[in-house]
C-alpha cells in the first residue's frame, strides 16, 4: 500500500524551461516532506523540504508547493539545467523525529540542451 | 571524507548463501537506516536504530538481522539468500529530530 505516489515516470523539459514534478499522498497525519534526488549509481541526496504548516518553500531554483487539503506536493525547477537530470523521490514523515520516511517510486527528469 | 558509506558497492552471489552488507557514516549522527530499492523502483524502509537500538523493524524476513556494533556503523547480514533478494540496498543516517536522511551510494545485489 504506497501511501506517496509519483504518477509519471519520467519528464523532459527543454533546458531553461520549469521543470514541474508532482506528488500525492494518502496519509492525512503526514507532516513533513522530503524531496531527494538520485543520480545512477549513487544514493539519493537531500534537495529540498516543507513542514506542513507552510504551503512554500524556496531554496534558489527550487520551490516546493503543498497542498495539504490536495495531499499534494510539487516541486519547481526554475530556469532547468541539464545537471538537474536525474530521478526525483518525494518523501513523507508522519512524526518529526519518527525517522520513518515514505517515498515515492521517483520520477526521471530529463533536462535537453 | 564521504558521508555515509557502504561496501561491497556490488555483491554477485548464489541462491542459498549468506552474505553481508557494512555501513558506516562518519556524520555523528545517532540514527541509522536500512532501506531496500526494488526493481519497481520502490524505496522502503527495512530497518532504524537509534544509539545502537532497533526502533523500526518493517515487515521484513527474518533472514536478514541488522547488525550495530557502535553508534557509527549498521551492518546488514542476509540468510540463505532467494532469487526475490536481488535490489539496491541503502543505507542512511540522520541527526536527531531530523527528518532529513543522509544516503551511503548503495550496494547492489544480484541473486543467481
Known amino acids: 500500500d504506497q501511501q506517496v505516489k509519483q504518477n509519471s515516470p519520467s519528464l523532459s523539459v527543454q533546458e531553461g524551461r520549469i521543470s514541474i514534478l508532482n506528488c500525492d499522498y494518502t496519509?492525512?497525519?503526514?507532516?513533513?516532506f522530503l524531496w531527494y534526488k538520485k543520480y545512477p549509481a549513487e544514493g539519493p541526496t537531500f534537495l529540498i523540504s516543507i513542514s506542513s504548516i507552510k504551503d512554500k518553500n524556496e531554496d534558489g531554483r527550487f520551490t516546493v508547493f503543498l497542498n495539504k487539503s490536495a495531499k499534494h506536493l510539487s516541486l519547481h525547477i526554475v530556469p532547468s539545467q541539464p545537471g538537474d537530470s536525474a530521478v526525483y523521490f518525494c518523501a513523507a514523515s508522519a512524526l518529526i523525529g519518527a525517522n520513518n520516511l515514505f517515498f515515492g517510486t521517483g520520477t526521471r527528469l530529463t533536462v535537453i540542451p | 571524507d564521504t558521508a555515509v558509506s557502504q561496501t561491497p558497492k556490488y555483491l554477485v552471489t548464489q541462491m542459498g548463501n549468506d552474505k553481508s552488507i557494512k555501513c558506516e557514516q562518519n556524520l555523528g549522527h545517532d540514527t541509522m537506516y536500512w532501506y531496500k530499492q526494488d526493481s519497481k523502483k520502490f524505496l522502503k524502509i527495512m530497518f532504524s536504530y537509534n544509539n545502537k537500538e532497533l526502533i523500526i523493524n518493517e515487515t521484513v524476513p527474518n533472514r536478514f538481522s541488522p547488525k550495530s556494533p557502535d553508534k557509527a556503523h549498521l551492518n546488514l547480514h542476509i540468510n540463505s539468500l532467494e532469487l526475490g533478494d536481488s535490489a539496491v540496498y541503502f543505507c542512511a543516517s540522520s541527526p536527531p529530530l531530523q527528518e532529513t536522511q543522509y544516503f551511503g551510494p548503495g550496494t547492489r545485489l544480484l541473486v543467481l
Open positions: 496519509n492525512s497525519m503526514f507532516d513533513y
